[in-house]
């Protein structure tokens, strides 16, 4: 079952926070649950989400988004090239990432320590320009904007190791790709019909 949560400018603009808590999760519920989320015009969506983990005591991750952005900042990789604040409005695509609260995780052995939040966005312009990067600040809404959120608490963080090479902690694609019998790109596999 869903729950729902309604972020409002009034809120957003005194620094209060809005009237109803964040869902929590009970010891007796389920240990992941589904949060829609709306964020009205002017307030930070990042700050939204953020504020759902922190005050709920739980681990996050965005499932879909969709809406309109004012103006938002970006940081592409390397992080040695400074953040761009770009204004909009532009229309949300897409909007991904996790948040592990207190960085509460079960790290299982190979496995790499994810941060312990990163987010990228995705936007196009009126003209259909597509653009995106990692955020690195403010995301506002123009309009409203709509999140889909998993919370959940203490996940555990796995090493994908392909089958037949459990002993193998070398980090070599080619080594990684050599049980794909498809090398070739050959993609009559796929075809259905007999």
Wanted: some cysteine; aromatic content about 6%.
């Amino acid at each position: 079952m869903a729950k729902s949560l309604s972020i409002n400018s009034d809120s957003e603009s005194s620094g209060d926070y809005p009237a109803s808590p964040p869902p929590a999760l009970d010891e007796n519920q389920a240990s992941m649950k589904l949060v829609i989320v709306n964020v009205a015009a002017g307030c930070d969506v990042l700050k939204s989400i953020l504020d759902i983990g922190r005050r709920g005591h739980t681990s996050l991750a965005v499932q879909s988004a969709s809406g309109t952005i004012a103006s938002v900042t970006l940081r592409h990789i390397p992080h040695s090239v400074p953040a761009l604040r770009v204004y909009g409005p532009f229309n949300l695509l897409s909007l991904t990432g996790s948040y592990f609260y207190n960085n509460q995780h079960t790290l299982h052995p190979g496995a790499t320590p994810p941060p312990s939040f990163s987010f990228g966005i995705h936007l196009s312009t009126s003209d259909g320009h597509v653009f995106g990067g990692n955020i690195d600040g403010p995301v506002i809404a123009s309009k409203n904007v709509s999140l889909t959120i998993f919370t959940f608490k203490n996940p555990g963080i796995d090493k994908y190791v392909p089958e037949g090479e459990e002993n193998d902690d070398q980090n070599d694609n080619n080594k990684n790709n050599k049980n794909c019998n498809n090398s070739r790109g050959d993609l009559s596999m796929l075809n259905s019909a007999s």
